[in-house]
């Protein structure tokens, strides 16, 4: 099991149907995990929370979490909503907060340019319904600056996306850029609880992907938070799994490399 590497804080949101609310409730409290029914709402509460979503149907919404007692919090959460006989499909995502608090303007500027750069990376780690423009509620951060439907494309959107986020001169400026939170990376969220939100993957109840989502997007954000500089994208006519190794090289998440690298040939052979 990875631990996270930082005592940075996080919270998740677990999209899901198939079951009520009662009975989602139920399953978790009997896993040792504190939930509650609640109606829809944006408080963060102590305890988890199972409440409707517009776009899937129901979700459960973590308190804030910390180091090994929350991935373990994840794990037993998920396990506990598949059990009870939980399902996603693909309406549901799987919504990753992270704590900003210790950020400056250079460490979120920083944190956009690795997305931008690397969004071909995430996209490999996600099925179909997930990547480029395909869903509404994730669209490409790296779109937001033109054509991303070829390599060489995706490299002239980032070095117009590193251009427009070093123009910015406040955190103001930068959600002007990624005006909705419908973003794969919702900087929306800033604002209203101090995060910065990664919509990008798909629904699941899988442990193991829910827990290194997590552990994964922590490491890129240590990564904003210590660079003293984020190349831009080289202009090679590579993407996706090719990339894999420089995304790698850069964020070094210790015992992750193997599991998404996996992922994503796994993804590739079903997408064939």
């Given at each position: 099991m990875t631990t996270p590497s930082t005592p940075r804080k996080y919270g998740v949101e677990i999209e899901f149907t198939g079951i009520s609310q009662q009975a989602a409730a139920a399953a978790?409290?009997?896993?040792?995990?504190?939930?509650?029914?609640?109606?829809?709402?944006?408080?963060?509460?102590?305890?988890?929370?199972?409440?409707?979503?517009?776009?899937?149907?129901l979700e459960v919404v973590s308190p804030i979490l910390q180091g090994e007692d929350g991935i373990q919090q994840i794990r037993k959460v998920c396990d506990a909503l598949t059990d009870a006989g939980a399902k996603v499909n693909r309406r549901c995502g799987y919504h990753v907060h992270l704590d900003v608090s210790d950020f400056e303007l250079s460490h979120f500027k920083n944190?956009?340019?690795?997305?931008?750069?690397?969004e071909d990376v995430f996209d490999s780690f996600q099925p179909?319904?997930?990547?480029s423009n395909a869903n509404t509620f994730c669209q490409s951060n790296l779109g937001r600056f033109g054509a991303i439907d070829t390599p060489e494309a995706q490299a002239q959107s980032c070095r117009r996306a590193f251009e427009a986020i070093d123009r910015?001169?406040?955190?103001e400026e930068l959600r002007n850029i990624f005006y909705s939170r419908y973003h794969k990376l919702n900087v929306q969220a800033y604002f209203r609880h101090r995060t910065i939100e990664i919509r990008?993957?798909?629904?699941?109840?899988?442990?193991d992907k829910a827990a290194?989502?997590?552990?994964?997007m922590m490491e890129l954000y240590d990564t904003a938070r210590?660079?003293?500089?984020?190349?831009?994208?080289p202009s090679n006519g590579e993407a996706g799994i090719a990339r894999h190794k420089w995304f790698f090289q850069r964020t070094t998440p210790k015992g992750l490399r193997g599991f998404f690298t996996k992922r994503a040939r796994q993804l590739e052979r079903a997408a064939a």
């Open positions: 978790i409290n009997a896993a040792g995990v504190v939930a509650e029914v609640q109606g829809y709402n944006h408080r963060t509460c102590p305890v988890w929370k199972v409440v409707t979503d517009a776009s899937c149907g944190l956009l340019k690795l997305w931008v750069k690397f179909p319904s997930r990547r910015a001169s406040s955190m990008h993957h798909s629904g699941t109840l899988n442990a290194n989502w997590v552990l994964l210590r660079a003293k500089t984020v190349r831009v994208r």
